[in-house]
Structure formats: C-alpha cells, structure tokens
C-alpha cells in the first residue's frame, strides 16, 4: 500500500507536516547544510507566520520549560509580507516538498490582503490563516468566535483558489463550533491544536514576583498538551467533513497514529523537532512501519 | 579544512558514549567518545541530553536539551565543562562511563581568527571558560598569534576550573585566588600594556557587558560567546533572542553564540553564562 497522502488536492509523500513557526529551514541549512534538503523530514513545509508589517517579536526570555513541555512567547518575528516574499519565498520555493505560507492579520480586511498576495505567487501551494489573534476592534480572539471566523474565512476565501487551512485556536469555549464556522466560511481544511495559553513567573524568591516571559503570557506546547490536542482533534472530525491537520505533543509515531485513528488526516510535529530536527522523519518511517504490519488505519 | 570553518553538523541528535566524567573544583568536565563529529571551530556548541531519565527530575524537568560549548576535541573524542545550576546540568553531572549522550552538533558561529598582528587575549568567567579552552588550542597550533588568558571566578573551588586554560592570570571575587576584584581590571592593565589586541570572551553577563564597554571606548574588537535559554539550537524556535544594535534581535544559537561586539548596543541581563 502506498504510504502517499492526498490533502486539499495536494499530493504528499507521507502524512506527517511540520506544526508553523517550529521549523526554520532557511535557518537549518545553514547548520545542517546541504542533508536538510537530502532528509528533508516533512511532507510538507509550513512557513512560521507571516503578518502584514514586520515584527520583531517579544522581549527576552521567551522561554519557560513546563513539566512535560514548553510555554513560549516568541511574540511571531517576522519580515513582513513584502519581506517574506522578497527574501524568503525563493529559498522555501527550494524545498522538495511543497510550501504551505501561514499568515496571520488583525482583520478580515488584513487577512484578505495577505491571502490575496499569496495567491498571486506560484511558489505556494496552499495558505493557512492563524487566527488565534485578537481582533484590534473588539479584543476578542478573532478565532474564539464562531461567527467572526466565518466572516474571516468568507473574505479570505474570496481572494484565493489555493487550498485554505484554518489553524483553530484550542482556548475557544467550543472548538468543534469553531471549525464549522471555518468549514461554512469556505475553508478546505482546519488544523489544530496551537498552543494553550499559559503563564509563569519568575522564580526569585521574595519581593514582588513578575511573569517570566517578557511577553507576560504564552502558549504552552510538547508532551503536557497530547491528549488535550487528541480529545479536540477527536472533537472536530466529528463535526467537520473537511480534511483535518492534527497536531500537540506529538513525538512518535504511535503519538501521530493515535491522531490519525481520531480523525486526522495529516499530523504535524512542533516542539518534539527542537529535541531532535530529524523526528519528522522518525515519525514518518513509524508510521510507514506501523502500516506493513498491516495494522491498516482508515487512509485519507 | 581549517580550523576556523565549519562543517554542517549531521541532520539529526546523535547517540554518543560516555568516556568519563573529570572533578575540576566545582565542575565537572564531562569526555565522550565522537568520532564521526566534524571539527567544531572553537566557539561552537552542542544540544545535549542524557539517554536515559532526562526529566522526571524537579518539577519534572529537564524536557529540552541543553547547551554546551564544545570545550575540547582530542583525537576520538569531544570534552564539556560542566557547572551544577539546576535540574539539566545535574542530570549530566551524574553521568558515569558507558552511559548514553544525546548530542547534536556542532552549532552556531564560532569565533574568527585575530586580525594579522594583534594579539588574542582571552577573557573568561566561571564557566564561560569553557569555550576559551578549544580557542586556545586552535591558537597555539598556529603558533602565529601571541595568547594571553584572562580569567576571573566567585570563589577558590571555582578558580580551580583555571586549569582547564594554561598560562591564565586569574581574578577571584573573593581574593581567595590571585588578582583580589574583578576581571576587567585585569584587561584593563593589558590593554593598557599593549592595545593592538583582539578580545575574547565568555562569561556572566555583567562581565561581558563590561568588556564590551571597555573594548568600546579603546576600540579595541571584541568577540563575545553569549548564552540563551535554548529550545532547538538551530533557529527554529525563535527563543533565543538577544537585543542588537539599531534594533530589533539576534537568534544566539544561528548568528552567535560568538557576536562581534559592534553588533550590540550591551549586553542584555540575560544574555550571560550562569553566574
Ligand atoms: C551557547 C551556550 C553555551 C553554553 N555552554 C555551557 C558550558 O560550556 N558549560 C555549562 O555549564 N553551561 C553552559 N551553558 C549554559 C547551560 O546551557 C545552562 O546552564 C543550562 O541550560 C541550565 O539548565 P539547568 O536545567 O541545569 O538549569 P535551569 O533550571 O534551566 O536554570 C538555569 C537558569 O534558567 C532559568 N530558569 C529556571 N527555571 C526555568 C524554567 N523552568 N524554564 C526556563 N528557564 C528557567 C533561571 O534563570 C536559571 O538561573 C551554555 C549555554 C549556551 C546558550
Ligand atoms: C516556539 C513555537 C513557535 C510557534 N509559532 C507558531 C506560529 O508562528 N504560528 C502558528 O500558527 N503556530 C505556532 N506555534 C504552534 C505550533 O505550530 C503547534 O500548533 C503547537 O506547538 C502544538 O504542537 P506541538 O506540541 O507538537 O509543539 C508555535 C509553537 C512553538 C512551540
Ligand atoms: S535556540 Fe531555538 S532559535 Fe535559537
């Protein structure tokens, strides 16, 4: 049986992505060279995302280690859209996998703005909207809310033919509400889970204690969240008939199998890709494995 | 290929062998077998975690690996210092012989060469030696450039660590060993000696801000190894970050650790070795 994977028209090599913002390829092949391409681990690249204007990202520390995991608040550095595309869309156009540009804005307006750009650019393949942001007007994360998202997506969806993932936001009060919402407003796929926003502070002793992280809070990601992200995944499929990206805690392959029983079809790694860049690979040859024994799991 | 380029370092975390584990005052220099590692240039370093119970310590941590300047290669093997400040680094301390070693590396930029008739002086703080000693190394095999080592500990059980380097004027907080005060007062009279000299240096971050500002006003160059918290290494968690000059961040673990002084506008708080 062919370990190969249709997702949104897309033909992939196996079912295992990266999760956004985990992987910098620009950056690996300059520490790994010329095998990044060679052993490239996933099927898939997505981009970290990318917003309108350039971000420098949060202040120092942007890291706490959590029991089982990671809290971060990287604060979503970037070039900008015209930076991404002027700098680094032909390095990622390199890769041999295909491009999957992850964006994010604060209205439906920034939104459609930076999915009509990507559309217009042959080196990406597909487009998926971070929309755990909140909305500049009314403070809510734009995500969180059934009715916003749609209204999101719709105008999204209107400026692009390109396959449209919706990356859902797990502190949403209803996350399966949320991904019909994203399947009503014209999304091809949604995935999920993103981090669970958590917070720590500071361990000195005595005196008036801060949070840790310069950004005061952050998104919590790793081993600590795999069967919360299982029971949402689970959640979703049920209620949504598009294809579903799951993805929280994953570092075997048994982990992505046990996402894939729940109804995914594709399994993306994050945090477990900082302890080893190679666990996409891993996971991939698992899963490979785990299908010759004829343990057949439903194929997409 | 010399010694001052670097190789790519092998697209996965590599499971090495533990050859021993040295007493150095408070360290520990930890040695394991690596034969197929490229030559690291000095300045480099690796993600380790051991092989067995990473975690399930303090709060259930370590979880991440942890960064190490690459202290010393001899023929077969790569060589660490190691200094006991939470839950990551005593799991390697407690390493034995024949026990496992996750390593990826070798990472980062590592330090340049000293310009053609300057000589290098080397400035180290506690365990922000350990960098320093595979400079030196590289150094003297060139035997073109004039070496003097600087370095500078809390106390005398840490002073012990000096002889990791050889030939190094050491500065203690406490005055339990040589110079009684702080390191840069040390540089400070080199500099004073003879200014044509290139700067390098690893250590707390108070002590490399004050190299940095000494370097500044002598412009005199200066290569400063800093530290991060670190998830991955290899830029793709964005954790690492430092403030630059002009400006917005530098990721330590791709355009450091090893940071020419002007890049800065100081050294941030967190930017340092432990102290
Ligand atoms: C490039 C580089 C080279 C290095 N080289 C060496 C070397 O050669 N030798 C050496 O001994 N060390 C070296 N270090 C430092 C070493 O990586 C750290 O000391 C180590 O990561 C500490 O881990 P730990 O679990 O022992 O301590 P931690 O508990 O992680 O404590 C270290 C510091 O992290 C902070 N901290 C505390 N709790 C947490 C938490 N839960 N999450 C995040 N931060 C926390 C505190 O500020 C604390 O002081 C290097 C670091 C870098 C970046
Ligand atoms: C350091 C870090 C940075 C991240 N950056 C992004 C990002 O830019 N955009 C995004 O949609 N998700 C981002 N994520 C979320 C991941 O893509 C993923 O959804 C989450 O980490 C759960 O998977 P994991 O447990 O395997 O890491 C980030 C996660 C981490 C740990
Ligand atoms: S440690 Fe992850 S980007 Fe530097």
């Not at chain 1, 403070?139 to 390109?162: E, F, M, N």
């Not at chain 2, 990472?107 to 060469?113: K, T």
């Not at chain 2, 004027?169 to 400070?188: C, N, Q, Y």
């Not at chain 2, 793709?236 to 002009?246: E, L, S």
Request: aromatic share 4%; charged share 20%; with cysteine.
């Amino acid at each position: 049986m062919s370990h190969g994977v249709e997702f949104c028209g897309l033909s992939l090599a196996h079912p295992v992505i990266n999760g956004s913002g985990t992987f910098d390829a620009i950056a690996a092949r300059r520490a790994f060279g010329p095998a990044l391409e060679r052993d490239f681990p996933f099927a898939a690249y997505v981009s970290k995302t990318i917003t309108l204007a350039a971000r420098a990202g949060n202040p120092a520390p942007r890291l706490w280690e959590a029991p089982g995991g990671l809290i971060n608040s990287i604060g979503l550095p970037n070039n900008g859209l015209d930076g991404y595309i002027a700098e680094d869309l032909a390095q990622l156009a390199e890769l041999p996998v295909p491009l999957i540009t992850n964006v994010m804005g604060s209205t439906a307006e920034e939104f459609s703005a930076l999915v009509g750009a990507c559309d217009q650019r042959p080196e990406i393949a597909a487009i998926e909207l971070n929309v755990s942001c909140p909305n500049v007007k009314t403070g809510l994360d734009i995500g969180a809310d059934p009715q916003q998202l749609a209204q999101v997506v719709g105008a999204c969806r209107a400026s692009t033919r390109k396959p449209l993932i919706v990356k859902l936001t797990p502190n949403a009060a209803n996350v399966p509400a949320c991904a019909a919402a994203a399947q009503d407003g014209g999304a091809d796929a949604v995935s999920l889970i993103n981090t669970l926003r958590a917070m720590a502070l500071s361990p000195q002793e005595g005196g008036e204690r801060r949070p840790w992280l310069g950004g005061g809070t952050g998104g919590l990601s790793g081993p600590a969240i795999r069967a919360v992200a299982l029971a949402q995944v689970a959640a979703v499929a049920a209620r949504v008939s598009i294809p579903v990206v799951g993805m929280g805690g994953v570092q075997r392959s048994s982990h992505a199998r046990d996402l894939i029983d729940a109804g995914a079809t594709l399994v993306a790694v994050g945090t477990e890709t900082f302890r080893d860049p190679a666990t996409g690979a891993r996971v991939a040859a698992g899963l490979r494995a785990l299908r010759r024994t004829g343990e057949g799991f439903p194929t997409a | 290929m010399s010694q001052w380029s670097a190789a790519p370092a092998p697209f996965a975390r590599r499971l090495l062998t533990v050859l021993g584990i040295d007493e150095l005052g408070v360290y520990r220099v930890l040695r394991v077998a690596d034969v197929e590692t490229p030559e690291p240039r000095p300045g480099q370093f690796a993600m380790l975690a051991t092989a067995e119970r990473w975690g399930g310590g303090e709060d259930e941590r370590p979880y991440l690996p942890r960064a190490f300047s690459i202290a010393r290669r001899r023929i077969g093997e790569s060589h660490f210092l190691l200094e006991d400040v939470g839950p990551g680094t005593r799991r390697l301390c407690e390493l034995r012989e024949g026990d496992g070693l996750w390593a990826l590396g070798p990472l980062g930029r590592g330090f340049q060469p000293p310009r053609p008739r300057h000589r290098a002086i080397l400035v180290g703080g506690g365990v922000g030696i350990a960098p320093l000693a595979i400079l030196q190394d590289a150094l003297e095999a060139e035997a073109a450039t004039d070496v003097t080592v600087l370095l500078g500990f809390r106390d005398g059980a840490r002073a012990q660590g000096a002889a990791l380097l050889h030939g190094a004027r050491v500065a203690t907080d406490d005055g339990s060993v040589g110079h009684h005060g702080l390191l840069t007062e040390l540089l400070s009279q080199e500099l004073y000696r003879d200014s044509r000299a290139e700067v390098y240096a690893c250590g707390p971050a108070p002590m490399l801000e004050a190299v940095r500002a000494m370097c500044a006003t002598r412009d005199v160059p200066a290569q400063l190894a800093l530290e991060a918290g670190m998830a991955c290494g290899f830029g793709a968690c964005y954790g690492c970050a430092v403030p630059k000059r002009g400006g917005g961040y530098l990721r330590v673990c791709v355009d450091g650790p090893v940071i020419d002084a002007r890049e800065l506008d100081c050294v941030s708080e967190h930017a340092g070795a432990p102290s």
